[in-house]
């Protein structure tokens, strides 16, 4: 069984490009039901490839351009098979500097997060750094990782997905849940059977991004925007927030470009201007 994590947000900042499947996550074997534990699960790369018992550092995030039907998707694959992908200061710096790169590149619409590790998307933070550094280090290295993945905040991210009391259970408890209930709960949003290469869930995932890259992306920007900061306030104020969104769209190339694409009758062709 495979799960993938649905959710726009992985990107802060004024980015051109939405968020498929924040995670990419495959949850165990064919035939079983395995199990998640804070909403991460494991993650199965495609077959064929090997992995050593240490990955070179340059190698521990992988970042993947794809081309053709799929061109405008990045993949971002965690690569630190010998620390089950942990995140330590190195891949954290890593995945900083790839965030801050697709943020200025308009031609890149999606991206999937996925592992490239067999068995495993990511044991959260590495703990036999985290035993070495300083207390001073440590809310600084926690600032850095939220300011690079802002899905980070069990506290208060998880109760506004699942409700209080629920969020509560799962915290006080650590207890493992798998696919199967993480879907029912709204913690993940696809559960798939699993394949034999594994990667079901980045299967679903691509597949997913395939559906966002033909939109607007002026439009997608100006959305996840809306839905992200109207989650936060009232519903009038958050009706005012889609009101000011919208009147963004108004003056662009690209609301022209769709008026004039149904009226003809043909696909839009969006450049996101």
Do not use: W
Request: net charge positive.
């Amino acid at each position: 069984m495979a799960a993938a994590l649905g959710g726009l947000g992985l990107l802060q900042g004024r980015v051109r490009l939405a968020v498929a499947a924040a995670a990419t996550f495959s949850l165990g074997r064919p035939g079983h039901r395995p199990p998640v534990r804070g909403g991460a699960a494991a993650a199965l790369p495609s077959a064929g490839r090997s992995y050593g018992s240490e990955a070179k550092e340059e190698e521990e995030l992988r970042v993947r351009y794809l081309d053709d039907e799929h061109k405008g998707i990045v993949v971002l694959g965690l690569n630190r098979s010998h620390a089950k992908n942990a995140l330590n200061k190195n891949l954290l710096k890593m995945m900083s500097k790839a965030v801050d790169a697709l943020k200025s590149d308009k031609k890149v619409r999606t991206v999937i997060f996925r592992s490239e590790v067999p068995g495993i998307f990511c044991a959260g933070a590495d703990l036999k750094e985290r035993a070495k550094m300083h207390s001073s280090e440590v809310s600084s290295f926690v600032s850095k990782a939220r300011a690079t993945v802002n899905e980070m905040g069990g506290t208060q991210r998880l109760p506004r997905t699942i409700g209080v009391s629920l969020a509560k259970e799962l915290i006080f408890s650590a207890r493992i849940v798998d696919g199967e209930e993480a879907k029912s709960i709204g913690l993940i949003s696809h559960v798939v059977e699993q394949n034999e290469a594994g990667d079901a869930a980045y299967r679903r995932a691509l597949a997913l991004a395939r559906e966002f890259l033909p939109q607007g992306p002026v439009a997608m920007r100006v959305a996840k925007l809306a839905i992200n900061q109207g989650m936060e306030v009232d519903l009038v104020t958050g009706l005012a927030i889609e009101e000011a969104c919208y009147a963004q769209t108004i003056p662009t190339k690209d609301r022209i470009e769709g008026l004039l694409a149904f009226k003809e009758k043909r696909p839009p062709r969006y450049k996101g201007e």
